[in-house]
């Protein structure tokens, strides 16, 4: 079983549809990270968090400690979106353990 | 300011070969990290850094060597390329353990 499970690992919607990506882990962390992986391959950090909630423009992200849980929530959502979306969590030495990511397309 | 850049994008490599992959980062960060990412699969953490003239085995270490001379500089050396070492390459840089981590665009290497 891997570490880190992300569901789902594809999923398409329509553009103004709200979308939640979940990330589940098996094992202590210190923190959660979330990542968007563009078309093009860059990669970029959306959020860090260890407890709660927090907004950065359309996106939520969230996390329950206790149940070993995050989400990742686009509202209303755009083709800019379209990108696959990495979850990773943080133990000891900042090493991280990704999951294998959900790939997100939003049409028109 | 640039971020994380590497060097090359894109390569292809004979069985045997060897190569440098090339990393800079231009905030000053002590932390620097080399990641694989193989299709369908999360991203491999192979070495990592804390500061300069400090290195640490990651997940994925064998085929590789690192050194960390500069704080900027964090390259990976391929001494024998392998076929399994044909991967996505992504060097990242963080300012402390467990921060946000930025990442460079990527090497793609082909192993032939």
């Known amino acids: 079983k891997n570490e880190v499970e992300q569901s789902p690992q594809n999923l398409t919607a329509q553009e103004g549809e709200f979308i939640t990506i979940n990330c589940s882990y098996s094992v202590g962390i210190s923190a959660l990270h979330w990542l968007q992986q563009h078309p093009g391959g860059g990669i970029v950090s959306l959020f860090m968090?260890?407890?709660g909630k927090k907004k950065h423009g359309r996106l939520i992200a969230t996390i329950n400690i206790q149940e070993k849980h995050s989400s990742l929530h686009i509202t209303a959502s755009h083709p800019r979106d379209s990108a696959v979306y990495i979850c990773?969590?943080?133990?000891?030495?900042?090493?991280?353990?990704f999951g294998t990511g959900t790939r997100l397309q939003v049409t028109l | 300011n640039a971020g994380v850049t590497q060097t090359p994008k894109f390569r292809i490599l004979k069985i045997g070969q060897s190569m440098t992959l090339q990393c800079t980062q231009d905030?000053?960060?002590?932390?620097m990290y080399w990641y694989r990412q193989d299709p369908g699969m999360g991203l491999k953490l192979i070495y990592y850094s804390v500061g300069a003239g400090i290195t640490d085995k990651g997940e994925v270490p064998n085929g590789y060597n690192v050194s960390r001379s500069t704080t900027e500089d964090f390259p990976l050396r391929l001494e024998l390329a392998a076929p399994s070492q044909t991967s996505v390459y992504f060097c990242a840089s963080s300012r402390g353990g467990g921060e946000t981590q930025y990442f460079g665009p990527g090497t793609r290497l082909l192993v032939l």
């Open positions: 905030m000053n960060h002590n932390y």
């Open positions: 968090l260890s407890s």
């Open positions: 990773a969590v943080g133990g000891t030495a900042s090493k991280l353990t």
